[in-house]
T-cell receptor, first 111, second 116 residues
Framework: GQQVMQIPQYQHVQEGEDFTTYCNSSTTLSNIQWYKQRPGGHPVFLIQ?????EVKKQKRLTFQFGEAKKNSSLHITATQTTDVGTYFC???????????FGSGTKLNVKP | GAVVSQHPSWVICKSGTSVKIECRSLDFQATTMFWYRQFPKQSLMLMAT?????????EQGVEKDKFLINHASLTLSTLTVTSAHPEDSSFYIC????????????FGSGTRLTVV
């Protein structure tokens, strides 16, 4: 089956530092989505990327989709304690109406 | 926004019994729903795709007779864990596609199943 790898598994940062998580797929993706899951909560949709090389921003969050549509990244500038949680990417293959989650990156922000 | 209501939030059952989990789309119609399970500190693993009015599509390695999925209407999908065993203890969560053009799937709040 499709494999979506995500690194790092954990990241501990000081408040104000930047944070990046990377997602890599073994196959070309139709699109990729990013979710955030707080401890004890359910995944919340953040964004979808569709186009090759696409870059989208949401305030302090920057999302990128690779040119080959096999990798993606999420970058948070100047982290805050509210950013704590696990960030998942989820990739969708062409002609498949279902997606597979990456392994997630757990972010901890120290005040 | 679109909401998927999932019940129960948590359940404890005895080995050998069956447990039904419901997911309802409250303000939209969900032709397709997805069922995932999540082990502690791990990612979400897709179990099956539930299609309204037809049989569910199961991922490789998921026993369809163990995890019965029914999607009888456009607003309700159910997952029944039959003859539950302790190894079935997990966090089960459903999701539904809201708007394909915008992407994004809305998730239920999840069900924590503990089999004793």
């Amino acid at each position: 089956g499709q494999q979506v790898m995500q690194i790092p598994q954990y990241q501990h940062v000081q408040e104000g530092e930047d944070f990046t998580t990377y997602c890599n797929s073994s196959t070309t993706l139709s699109n990729i989505q990013w979710y955030k899951q707080r401890p004890g909560g359910h995944p919340v949709f953040l964004i979808q990327l569709v186009k090759s090389g696409e870059v989208k921003k949401q305030k302090r969050l920057t999302f990128q989709f690779g040119e080959a549509k096999k990798n993606s990244s999420l970058h948070i500038t100047a982290t805050q304690t509210t950013d704590v949680g696990t960030y998942f990417c989820a990739g969708i293959r062409y002609n498949f109406n279902k997606f597979y989650f990456g392994s997630g990156t757990k972010l901890n922000v120290k005040p | 926004g679109a909401v998927v209501s999932q019940h129960p939030s948590w359940v404890i059952c005895k080995s050998g019994t069956s447990v039904k989990i419901e997911c309802r789309s409250l303000d939209f119609q969900a032709t397709t729903m997805f069922w995932y399970r999540q082990f502690p500190k791990q990612s979400l693993m897709l179990m099956a795709t539930s299609n309204e009015g037809s049989k569910a599509t199961y991922e490789q390695g998921v026993e369809k007779d163990k995890f019965l999925i029914n999607h009888a209407s456009l607003t309700l999908s159910t997952l029944t864990v039959t003859s539950a065993h302790p190894e079935d203890s997990s966090f089960y969560i459903c999701s539904a596609e809201v708007d394909r053009s915008l992407g994004g799937y809305t998730f239920g709040s999840g069900t924590r199943l503990t089999v004793v």
